[in-house]
């Protein structure tokens, strides 16, 4: 990893301590900028910066589980098709406050590492087929067999199938 005076955050914490290699990207953080100024401030393709999108799933009891999703920056989730895929009855973002209660980061900044608790974290499967660049905290790139190997040592699911867009 480069020699960058980076934070201490949970997210850097957690990676150094499982011994996942990264490489870390300093850039002006833009009010709602969100994936397009990533990819924009980095120089790389939207589709290749990655979301982490904090869900929460009910099932037949009713109350929200919380859950993870990693998407594409140039797309969108279907909550049905999500919801379908889980075995859920249904899949809806969660709230700014509710974000903030499970990751213990704020909306617009959530890494799916170092969060509060540990959350069932799903990967759109194709992310798994680039170098991935993830604009959440801290903004990490981790080329293609990296990012495998650090959805194995974290036990994230991949989706079965490429999510359709918006419902």
Same mark, same amino acid.
């Given at each position: 990893m480069p020699t960058?005076?980076?934070p201490s955050t949970a997210a850097v &914490? %957690?990676?150094k301590a499982a011994g996942v290699e990264f490489v870390a990207h300093v850039y002006d953080y833009v009010e709602r900028g969100g994936t397009r100024h990533s990819a924009e401030a980095l120089g790389v393709d939207e589709h290749r910066v %990655?979301?982490?999108l904090v869900m929460e799933s009910r #099932? &037949?009891?009713g109350k929200p589980q919380p859950l993870l999703v990693l998407m594409h920056g140039d797309r969108e989730v279907s909550t049905r098709e999500l919801a379908r895929q889980? #075995?859920?009855r249904e899949v809806a973002p969660a709230t700014a406050a509710a974000v903030e209660k499970h990751t213990g980061y704020v909306p617009g900044g959530v @890494?799916?590492?170092g969060t509060r608790r540990s959350l069932p974290t799903y990967v759109e499967a194709s992310i798994l087929s680039l170098p991935i660049t993830s604009p959440g905290v801290p &903004? %990490? @790139?981790m080329p293609k067999p990296l990012a495998t190997r650090a959805c194995r040592r974290f036990n994230w699911k991949s989706f079965m199938k490429q999510l359709p867009g918006p419902d």
């Open positions: 960058l005076n980076l &914490r %957690v990676l %990655v979301k982490t #099932g &037949r009891e889980i #075995g859920a @890494s799916p590492f &903004r %990490v @790139s």
